[in-house]
């Protein structure tokens, strides 16, 4: 039944939708991200953190970003005792300081993949635990299995990632796992390595977090993934391509990435937080950090 007071609304309404132009009222009806606050993979500055990891979290929150992801525990030429040379506490005051928080991180958990063996898994555990973060994140699978895994592998991997997850939930944690490229090869009958992984977790205790970069690489939208399984996605890694190559990165906002429509279906991904990052940088680190963060607080949040 139409009301006086409902018409009144509805005319209302279509009068000044007269006055606007198609892209205005479009952009009035997409969803609203539902992240307010924006972080960094810290991935973006593991030289800058290795020189000097206290200057370094300065300048991250003078540009203006909120929230950090750490990684953890990797082996090679940025490994350094704890968060690059500092202990847990002080790890925490450092970001305190700055009025940054920390609720996600990277960590190596390629032992207990390949073998089963809890034991590292769950020292990490306690670390992400000591810095308060909300989501421990698996950040990529055994060489063997990136390079020949079949589909038999990524449902051992699936199997690993629910047991992860239960002594996440014990601990007050969520478990999500970070994409690449070769998760999204065609295994036969158009599955893939992903699918194996979306299907055979349990999406109660298994999160992902959306590298948009590598996802758009093998050729997908993510807008299509998040229609396939909605509420999954509960961060994303924001890192944009290169306009003539698609192996180059590049500063979020000058490549071909389409993020305003990828943000505009973030309720539907399920969203909690979102961490711009850059494996390559070709100028000043924290020139690119900047563009980056700009265009993220201007354009999709």
């Not at 979020?252 to 943000?263: C, H, L, P």
Request: hydrophobic share 40%.
């Amino acid at each position: 039944m139409t009301t006086r007071r409902s018409f009144l609304q509805k005319t209302s309404l279509a009068a000044v939708a007269a006055f606007l132009s198609p892209s205005v009222i479009t952009s009035a009806l997409a969803l609203p991200a539902k992240v307010s606050k924006i972080g960094i993979g810290l991935f973006t500055l593991r030289e800058q953190l290795t020189a000097d990891v206290k200057e370094t979290i300065a300048h991250v929150a003078k540009i203006g970003y909120n929230q950090v992801e750490t990684y953890y525990g990797y082996p090679g030429k940025y490994e350094v005792k704890g968060f690059w040379g500092l202990e847990a506490k002080d790890f925490n005051t450092l970001l305190k300081d700055n009025n940054l928080t920390c609720p996600s991180g990277h960590y190596n958990t390629t032992e207990f993949l390949s073998t089963g063996d809890e034991k590292i898994l769950k020292s990490h555990i306690e670390v992400a635990n000591s810095v308060g973060q909300k989501y421990f994140v698996i950040p990529a699978l055994p060489t063997d299995i990136r390079t020949n895994g079949t589909l038999d592998d990524y449902k051992r991997m699936a199997a690993r990632f629910n047991i992860a997850g239960e002594l996440c939930k014990k601990a007050g944690l969520k478990l999500a796992y970070h994409n690449h490229n070769f998760e999204f090869k065609d295994q036969g009958n158009g599955i893939t390595g992903y699918d194996i992984l979306l299907k055979e977790t349990d999406a109660k205790l298994v999160g992902f977090e959306l590298d948009i970069f590598w996802a758009v690489n093998a050729g997908l939208n993510p807008v299509d993934m998040f229609k396939k399984n909605p509420g999954r996605y509960k961060m994303f890694h924001v890192k944009d391509m290169d306009k003539q190559d698609k192996a180059v990165f590049a500063e979020v906002g000058s490549g071909r990435i389409d993020f305003k429509s990828i943000f505009a279906e973030s309720k539907m991904a399920g969203l909690d937080y979102i961490f711009t990052e850059q494996d390559l940088i070709k100028k000043d680190p924290y020139e690119s950090i900047t563009e980056s963060y700009n265009y993220v607080k201007n354009n999709l949040i």
